[in-house]
């Protein structure tokens, strides 16, 4: 099998390096393509990839396409890529809020799968949500799947419409983690802790909080009651948050994200 990726940003060649250790490419190198001639220099240099920098070198031989650039980018690249492509080649995009029928449209091919990614995938952390057209058979599926799980798991979704969610929760959610820990961060330095020993305190307590919930068939909310006790130094926190509605705007967040991401397919 020969796969290419389109775009060697943050997210493409995460995916390129997860996927290029895969035993489904029969050890042929993964294809990328950039137009980013200093990017072009740099991946040139991995022996496990073979880099261009003009489609008509790469995309007729591939037989699945990875479609990561950003949103604004899919109108010129859909233009320049339409005369190369043929219905037995299938379509894998990461774009955030561009469609499959907008795929099918534009380079009048059928077999399309949409996923979305989240950065965690960098560390084969991942989770990518992903659903596909009709056209494409279970056995293709499966091979997708195997190639997403290379960066982590994947979870299979009804519609589109769970895509655009999928970028509320998981796609934009290291983002919400990380804000949560810049916010404990700066205050453990208020509080007088060193910035080496503050990044131990707060990632160790994420980690291990992920990991105890991940063991085990707790809730969160059952999680919390252990650890808060009736007036308790837990307690104060929590009522604080509550107070202070941070429940709800999370969920305001997620859901701002969610907003969006049907925004972006319908903008034109």
């Known amino acids: 099998m020969r796969v290419l990726v389109i775009g060697a940003g943050n997210m493409g060649l995460t995916y390129a390096e997860g996927m290029s250790k895969s035993s489904l490419l029969n050890r042929h190198n993964l294809m990328i393509y950039d137009k980013s001639p200093e990017l072009i220099a740099s991946l040139d240099k991995i022996p ?3 880099v261009y920098d003009k489609l ?10 990875f479609l990561a650039v950003k949103p604004y980018h899919c109108d010129v690249l859909f233009e320049e890529m339409k005369p190369m492509v043929n219905n037995d080649q299938i379509m894998v995009s990461i774009m955030a809020g561009v469609t499959i029928q907008k795929i099918q449209e534009n380079l009048d091919i059928r077999k399309v799968i949409r996923a979305m990614p989240n950065l965690p995938a960098q560390v084969g952390k991942g989770v990518t949500s992903f659903t596909e057209s009709k056209e494409v058979s279970r056995v293709e599926l499966l091979m997708i799947r195997n190639l997403l799980d290379t960066t982590g798991q994947s979870i299979k979704v009804e519609n589109e419409n769970f895509i655009d969610a999928s970028t509320g929760i ?3 959610g290291p983002a919400y983690v990380f804000y949560f820990m810049q916010a404990m961060l700066e205050a453990a330095l208020k509080m007088g802790f060193s910035k080496n020993d503050s990044k131990i305190l707060v990632s160790q307590t994420f980690e291990g909080a992920v990991e105890l919930f991940n063991q085990s068939d707790l809730s969160p909310n059952s999680w919390m009651k252990r650890v808060a006790s009736k007036g308790g130094t837990t307690r104060a926190a929590l009522d604080s948050m509550e ?3 941070v429940k709800e705007l999370i969920k305001d967040a997620a ?4 907003d969006r991401a049907v925004e972006l397919g319908k903008e034109e």
Do not use: T
């Not at 008509?56 to 396409?65: I, T």
């Open 56 to 65: 008509e070198d790469c995309l007729p031989k591939a037989d699945v396409v």
């Open 48 to 50: 496990h990839f073979d």
């Open 170 to 172: 998981s796609g934009s």
């Open 255 to 258: 859901y701002a994200a969610f």
């Open 243 to 245: 107070d202070n509605n």
